[in-house]
């Protein structure tokens, strides 16, 4: 019972964010129905040029050395936006203030980016129970619903989850973080040949989509790419 009482009152603060007129999100502001008004989503830091493979700047697009030196688990990653102010106080607050509206918004951010190259399916970042209990919603899910309806994807909810309640990627040093996320997934279904589009929120050194992307290859994927709302700066 107090599952379905949750998904209702979750429900009952989408509807209110989407239906309602809104202030802006940034400089509080009447912004209509929208969660950001004109100007400042005109001001966002969109990210830059930047390597196909990590999504960290590179000059002309260029395979990063990290990259080259030593490939991820995924095969290409791209991102919405820079990961520094206001897009990290955006990101907080649809995460930790329930701003649902502002999944459309990243959503909407994300669309121009398109598919990238024939995909089989969405598959949104997932958490760990426990997190997912605390919260009420995972983020994730909630970008992912109308980039799945835009494009005609499917997304995958059950088959793989999130078997360790991990320290948040940014409580730790950038060397520990890959660490952090080894055997952290689990999955239950056969990707053989099957191109995903893993959403996330926010990239940072990658440790988390790389563990991802190396459960869903095990599993049979062809290709693993991510579509991040944004990038940290690299640490190098």
Known sequence: MSNVLD????????????????????????????????ACRNDLPRQPVSCPVCA???ADGATCGRCLR?????????????????????????????RLALANFFAEALL?????????LLLPMPLHVRR?????????????????????????????????????QVSLPW????????????????????TVIVVDDVMTTGATLDELARTL???????VENLVVARTPSPH
């Open 217 to 223: 290859k095990t599993h049979g994927a062809a290709r």
């Open 7 to 38: 998904a209702l009152r979750h429900r009952a603060r989408r509807i209110a964010d989407l239906l309602m007129p809104q202030d802006c999100f940034v400089c509080g502001s009447m912004s209509g129905a929208a969660a950001l008004c004109s």
């Open 132 to 168: 997912l209990r605390e919260r009420g919603f995972n983020q994730a899910v909630e970008i992912a619903r109308p980039l799945g309806r835009a494009w005609g994807l499917p997304l995958e909810l059950a088959a793989v989850g999130r078997t360790l309640n991990t320290a948040p």
């Open 112 to 120: 121009p980016l398109g598919p990238p190259r024939p995909a089989s």
């Open 56 to 58: 960290v700047p590179t």
């Open 70 to 98: 030593n490939p991820p688990a995924f095969d290409a990653s791209r991102a919405a936006f820079a990961y520094t102010f206001p897009v990290d106080r955006i990101v907080q607050g649809l995460k930790y203030r329930h």
């Open 175 to 194: 060397k520990e973080r890959s660490v952090n996320m080894r055997g952290a997934f689990r999955c239950e279904a056969s990707f053989a040949g099957r």
